[in-house]
């Protein structure tokens, strides 16, 4: 198969296209045909390190495609059926920049009709924006149509992959959703994504404008810049509220006041997807599967996610686009065919 490789941490210099043997699935796992993988930039900040293990790494944790084998203790039917695939290259040597991977079973999850291109963007970003969904005290474990009515969600950064991914899983589960961006484009894609009310954080007051909307304040902040707007979050939370931070954009240590947050038992809720409770995660693949067999998930510019594809051997533009934070999804398309 081709496959992208590195074999030290660099820029995107380390990476080689290889032909390599498709890899066996070993019990427990599915081998999948990759048709497009999705890139985050969870890619090129490992690819900067290298290989975990040593040895080598095909990047990528996200992807979709077709089970082609299954290893053994795996039922034989899932043979031929669409998935897409989650944290393929999590501790593991076989990400998703290849025609191939092998996961274990867990981490393949059925597509139904939905394109592949839409599998490929599941991963990372949505169990990511699952997890900031569902981790504060007074917020359900789970999300389906209904289950955030009557909270409010406050997406910092709605423009982005997981802003995105929470913008569109909140509306489904009917929250009122505020998203912050920081230009005109980006509140039309947040608009687009689903967002009820969107704040454009460079010319409008952050603070007052969400307070006009919801009063009593915030259930959930979904925050991607901690260090910047810890300031604005303490201010806007609801008591019981939670702040859930999964990035460290703009700045990677925070100061917090803390009568403020005391007072109404708010809560700051550090969030990482590969090591969430497994529990949380296994909720999460099962609402996000249940979300796409419902329609309720696109990708897109209309849905406010402009998709960016790049062929297998163009990965490291790929890389370098994520980089270079490029609005939108890049995708690498893997067949050769
Ligand atoms: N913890 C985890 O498990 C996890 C999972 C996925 C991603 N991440 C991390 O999360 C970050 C974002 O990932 P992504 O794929 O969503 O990237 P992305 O598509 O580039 O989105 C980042 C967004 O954040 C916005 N932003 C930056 N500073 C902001 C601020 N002060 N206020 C409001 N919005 C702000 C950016 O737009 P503007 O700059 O124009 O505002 C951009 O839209 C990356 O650092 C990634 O590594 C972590």
């Known amino acids: 198969m081709r496959a992208i490789v590195y074999e030290r941490g660099g ?21 999948v045909r990759l048709a497009v993988a999705g890139v985050n930039p969870t890619d090129w900040k490992s690819r900067q390190q290298g290989p975990s293990a040593g040895g080598w790494q095909i990047p990528g944790q996200d992807g979709a495609g077709v ?27 076989w990400g998703t920049a290849a025609e191939y991977t092998v996961v274990p079973v867990r981490q393949a999850v059925p597509l139904g009709d939905a394109s592949f291109d839409l599998g490929a963007c599941l991963g990372i970003p949505f169990l990511t924006a699952h997890r900031c969904l569902t981790a504060g005290e007074f917020v359900p474990d789970a999300l389906h149509a209904g289950a955030l009515a009557d909270h409010t ?6 423009a982005g992959a997981v802003g995105n991914a929470a913008i569109q899983l909140a509306r489904w589960a009917d929250a009122t959703v505020v998203a912050t961006v920081s230009s005109p484009e980006k509140a039309q894609l947040a608009a687009a994504a689903g967002a009820d009310h969107v704040i454009n954080y460079r010319e409008q007051d952050v603070v007052a404008e969400v307070r006009a909307i919801a009063p009593e304040g915030v259930h959930t902040v979904v925050e991607v810049s901690a260090a910047r707007n810890a300031a604005t979050d303490v201010q806007v939370l609801r008591g019981g509220g939670a702040v859930c931070v999964y ?27 590969y ?63």
């Open 67 to 93: 089970v082609e084998a299954v290893g053994e203790g795996v039922d034989r039917a899932l043979t031929g059926e669409r998935m897409w695939v989650w944290e393929a290259a999590w501790q593991r040597p």
């Open 11 to 31: 820029d995107v210099s380390v990476l080689r296209l290889v032909d390599r043997p498709v890899p066996e699935p070993g019990p427990g796992e599915v081998l």
């Open 153 to 158: 969600v406050l997406v910092q950064g709605g």
């Open 247 to 273: 990035a460290d954009d703009g700045g990677d240590e925070v100061t917090l006041p803390i009568r403020p947050l005391m007072v109404p038992n708010a809560r700051w809720q550090f969030v990482l997807v």
């Open 275 to 337: 090591t969430e409770p497994k529990a949380a995660k296994a909720q999460a693949v099962t609402d996000v599967a249940a979300a796409v067999a419902q329609g309720a998930i696109r990708v897109g510019e209309a849905a406010g996610l402009p998709l960016h594809h790049h062929p297998l051997d163009a990965t490291a533009a790929a890389h370098r686009a994520v980089e270079n934070s490029v609005v939108g999804r890049v995708l690498l398309t893997t067949t050769s065919e």
